[in-house]
């Protein structure tokens, strides 16, 4: 299979998914400002970005709705007190995780709400469970996706299985989920292939949403991207859980579809991200990120680590030889 | 031509270079205490580094020597010091800068000397300066190296020629130096299949020194690596001009070859990086320098940028368009 494009051109099925507000929420339990959201919601606007996510859809009998901020539960008040009726080129999204929530309920039909996309994200073996609920949002008038998260954790024989089944399924695009920050741009290469020979017979997309533990998430996106992949994930100054994700204003930079503005983003940026790193918020790449990347882990252990301001990264280093790998 | 390697095994011809002193000296004027430079000297023998460079054989007609500190000069008393007679298996090396040493008064005879290897430095427009550089230090019994600067601004043509002359040259390698941190996988491994072409049939290895922009300087190390680059820089948290360089932990972390031991570089990074970011040294990837990678220029006015403390990003974009690219 060969690149699809080239460094001079530009691809129009490339859709550009900014996730700052559901990734970035992983690391301020959501309590972004209306300020906030709003200003991103303007700036995604006006530098052409193709989807904004609004944060999850989780389940208020699971999460004390106190606990968290707005854009863990997107009630539809919520998004509309932000975007109005979003009469707008750029589309909304919602994340559903698998066990999580409960879209049977709080999902509106399509036409009573300014969600245009419903991600269910799931783990490799409950597939059968975020198929369900794809297939449930799916009927109810959204576009869907599945992020298939940890994938680096997965085997080759099950990702098969579950692209089969998805093949199969109502969804409109396939993700490639590097939770873990572990992969190397060969390894995606392979996926995005076998994510696109599985997914593109059906008529669907593949999708790609990096970690940064080993600073290859920008990379392993312009991977995906040249071997075909069309949703690229990114957050604003890589705000997301961990080493943060694919930074929006690289990947903005590297596009070449007049579509795209990167000044609004800077500008964001500095007015918006800026204030959150004052605030104390901490994200994006370290050395706990890199190990726990190298080392195939959840990010778990090196998130306490940061939160505990810890830099004996030495001995961190080797309490994860202890972890099961 | 096909990758060389593959990720689960590693190739005997890799060489780790350490170029923390050398290219983190841009960062403090080479103001190193001896106690950090031993350090890392001991860190990188139990680490397996193959290569440290030792810093610049600049010219005190040039610089004056009160202005920089030992490592800009390298004079082999001050080399002793620290290394005493290097009965190690790691070899030192300084590097050369084409128009700013006088390496015939200044380059002792290899037997005179604890360095192992010159590495040449220059544009693409000086070769012929840079190799009868490169003939004088071969002469006096040092392994040598062309680093070809800023190759991202280099016309394709111009590159075939060079390399031309340095087949036939006495130089053991020859890098790729991605100065500006401007360049993309692709591009690298173009580059680097270019370089092996004209390299391998002399007997010559090829090498990339990268810097992170884009966050790339990693990700442009692996790929030139997999293609058959053997000489991989690298310095300890990234320390180096700007938005420095690919970082020693990362390469470390993905190099297979159990020579090397990441254990004894994440103790230097705790001990001896981590106090001069307290200290007030800034170098790494941020903002401005991603747009003066993007747009393929030097890093200078995102230098100057960073002195001075700015944030306005947004401004600075604008302002990069006024310069000639």
Same mark, same amino acid.
């Given at each position: 299979m060969?690149?699809?494009?080239?460094?001079?051109?530009?691809?129009?099925?490339?859709?550009?998914?900014?996730?700052t507000?559901?990734?970035?929420g992983?690391?301020?339990?959501f309590?972004?400002?209306?300020?906030?959201?709003?200003?991103?919601?303007?700036?995604?606007?006006?530098?052409?970005?193709?989807?904004?996510?609004?944060?999850?859809?989780?389940?208020?009998?699971?999460?004390?709705?106190?606990?968290?901020?707005?854009?863990?539960?997107?009630?539809?008040?919520?998004? &509309?007190?932000?975007?109005?009726?979003?009469?707008?080129?750029m589309?909304?999204?919602?994340?559903?995780?698998?066990?999580?929530?409960?879209?049977?309920?709080?999902?509106?039909?399509?036409?009573?709400s300014?969600?245009?996309?419903?991600?269910?994200?799931?783990?490799?073996?409950?597939?059968?469970?975020?198929?369900?609920?794809?297939?449930?949002?799916?009927e109810?008038?959204?576009?869907?996706?599945?992020?298939?998260?940890?994938?680096?954790?997965?085997?080759?024989?099950?990702?098969?299985?579950?692209?089969?089944?998805?093949?199969?399924?109502?969804?409109?695009?396939?993700?490639?989920?590097?939770?873990y920050?572990?992969?190397?741009?060969?390894?995606?290469?392979?996926?995005?292939?076998?994510?696109?020979?599985?997914?593109?017979?059906?008529?669907?997309?593949?999708?790609?949403?990096?970690? @940064? @533990?080993?600073?290859?998430?920008f990379?392993n996106?312009?991977?995906?991207?040249?071997?075909?992949?069309?949703?690229?994930?990114?957050?604003?100054?890589?705000?997301?859980?961990?080493?943060? @994700?694919?930074?929006?204003?690289?990947?903005?930079?590297?596009?070449?579809?007049?579509?795209? @503005?990167?000044?609004?983003?800077?500008?964001?940026?500095?007015?918006?991200?800026?204030?959150?790193?004052?605030?104390?918020?901490?994200?994006?790449?370290?050395?706990?990120?890199?190990?726990?990347g190298?080392?195939?882990?959840?990010?778990?252990?090196?998130?306490?680590?940061?939160?505990?301001? &810890?830099?004996?990264?030495?001995?961190?280093?080797?309490?994860?030889?202890?972890?099961?790998?």
């Open positions: 060969e690149r699809k494009g080239n460094l001079m051109t530009y691809r129009p099925d490339i859709k550009v998914f900014d996730a507000i559901r990734d970035g992983l690391v301020n339990n309590f972004f400002t209306d300020e906030f959201v709003k200003a991103l919601y303007l700036a995604n606007l006006r530098a052409g970005v193709d989807y904004m996510e609004m944060g999850y859809l989780a389940d208020t009998d699971i999460f004390k709705v106190d606990d968290f901020g707005d854009w863990k539960f997107c009630k539809e008040e919520n998004l &509309r007190r932000i975007v109005g009726t979003n009469e707008t080129d589309k909304l999204s919602v994340m559903a995780d698998v066990g999580r929530c409960n879209i049977r309920r709080d999902l509106l039909p399509k036409e009573e300014v969600i245009d996309m419903v991600r269910v994200a799931t783990y490799i073996n409950t597939m059968p469970a975020a198929i369900d609920m794809i297939e449930y949002a799916h109810l008038g959204y576009e869907t996706t599945c992020n298939i998260m940890a994938i680096s954790k997965a085997n080759t024989p099950d990702i098969e299985e579950a692209l089969a089944l998805l093949a199969e399924s109502h969804v409109d695009a396939v993700y490639i989920v590097d939770s920050g572990s992969l190397f741009p060969e390894q995606i290469q392979s996926l995005t292939k076998m994510y696109l020979n599985a997914m593109e017979p059906a008529g669907k997309s593949v999708g790609i949403h990096a970690h @940064n @533990n080993q600073q290859m998430a990379a996106t312009v991977e995906a991207c040249s071997m075909g992949a069309s949703f690229l994930d990114a957050t604003v100054g890589s705000m997301g859980r961990g080493a943060g @994700n694919c930074a929006m204003e690289l990947l903005l930079g590297f596009l070449k579809n007049p579509r795209y @503005n990167l000044t609004p983003v800077l500008a964001f940026y500095q007015d918006y991200i800026l204030k959150l790193r004052e605030e104390g918020l901490k994200w994006g790449y370290d050395i706990q990120y890199l190990l726990t190298k080392m195939n882990l959840h990010p778990s252990s090196a998130i306490a680590f940061t939160k505990e301001d &810890r830099t004996d990264y030495a001995n961190f280093y080797h309490q994860l030889f202890d972890l099961d790998p």
